[in-house]
């Protein structure tokens, strides 16, 4: 069985599909996204488990309520290093590579 959701609430969201480099492992796994609109600030780990035998997929998905602008994103790449976001559409995905 398949079960969707398939609300229109209108709700805003952002999507981010992290690639690293150098040090990094190729998909990212455990960088840290911060996100921030307004006065919410949301922090998602990249991490393909959860629970005992469960998968989920690797883009990292934030919901934005009715939030129209996104003010600031961190990434936190599993090397340490970070990298910093701005001006980025919502309601979309982004791939983002680790800068050199």
């Not at 990292?60 to 599993?78: H, M």
Request: glycine share 8%; charged share 30%.
């Amino acid at each position: 069985r398949l079960l969707r959701n398939d609300q229109k609430l209108g709700h805003h969201w952002v999507r981010f599909q992290l690639t690293g480099r150098g040090k990094s492992n190729r998909d990212a796994i455990g960088a840290v996204i911060e996100l921030r609109c307004g006065d919410v600030m949301q922090r998602r780990q990249v991490m393909p488990t959860r629970s005992y035998l469960s998968q989920i997929e690797l883009p990292v998905t934030f919901g934005l309520g009715k939030a129209e602008q996104i003010d600031s994103v961190r990434i936190r790449w599993p090397d340490g290093s970070t990298q910093e976001l701005s001006d980025l559409k919502i309601d979309q995905t982004h791939r983002v590579r680790q800068p050199d």
